[in-house]
Nanobody, 123 residues
C-alpha cells in the first residue's frame, strides 16, 4: 500500500516562509511526476508546482519567483519552499504523485494524493 504523508503546514505572517514536505512510502518501484496542488475555500484545486524524476519543474504564474519545488529521489520525498507568502496563498496544500509499483512481475503506475496540510497566511 502506498501512502503520501505531508508535513510543514501552519500559520505564518505575510512575507514569511514555510517549507512543506511530502514523503511517499510503501512498495515503490519508481516515481516520475510529483507535484503540489492547493485548494482555497470556495475555489477549485489548482496545480502550484510540479517536478519530474529528471528535475524538470513547472510553476503556476502566481507563485513563480516565490516558491521552489525540489525532491530527494533516494528518500521518495518532495519539498515545497514557500517564501514571500501572501494571504492569497492560504489554502489546503496537497501532495500528488505518479507512482509505479511491481505487481505480479509487471509494472503498474497509479496516481496518489496526500491527506493535505493547511497553510494560513495572516497577520
Amino acid at each position: 500500500q502506498v501512502q503520501l504523508v505531508e508535513s510543514g503546514g501552519g500559520l505564518v505572517q505575510p512575507g514569511g516562509s514555510l517549507r512543506l514536505s511530502c514523503a511517499a512510502s510503501g512498495s515503490i518501484f519508481s516515481i516520475n511526476f510529483m507535484g503540489w496542488y492547493r485548494q482555497a475555500p470556495g475555489k477549485q484545486r489548482e496545480l502550484v508546482a510540479s517536478i519530474t524524476s529528471g528535475g524538470s519543474t513547472n510553476y503556476a504564474d502566481s507563485v513563480k519567483g516565490r516558491f521552489t519545488i525540489s525532491r530527494d529521489n533516494a528518500k521518495n520525498t518532495v519539498y515545497l519552499q514557500m517564501n514571500s507568502l501572501k494571504p492569497e496563498d492560504t489554502a489546503v496544500y496537497y501532495c500528488n504523485a505518479d507512482i509505479t509499483q511491481v505487481v505480479h512481475f509487471t509494472t503498474q503506475t497509479s496516481n496518489y494524493w496526500g491527506q493535505g496540510t493547511q497553510v494560513t497566511v495572516s497577520s
